[in-house]
């Protein structure tokens, strides 16, 4: 629709991005190893990793699974109900 529905900061401070295949959530990752993972009325911040810097998001076909890795190799996966 072109409506803007969420602002988070400058896109320069996000090293990782992700959006949904159904559009209906996005993530993005912090260098000081924070995720924001909004979807409808629902956000979510995750540390998977302490302070790892974020540096790969990727959301599953269905869009109800965040894979998350950081710079030192590390891989978390995350439900949406979770």
Partial sequence: SGKEIERV????TYLAKAIAPDSKAF??????????WIAGDRRREL??????RITALAFSLDGRTLACGAADGRVALWRAGD
């Fill in 47 to 52: 540390r998977p990793f302490g302070d790892a």
């Fill in 27 to 36: 993530a993005v990752g912090e260098p000081h190893g924070k995720i924001t």
């Fill in 9 to 12: 900061a400058a896109a320069g």
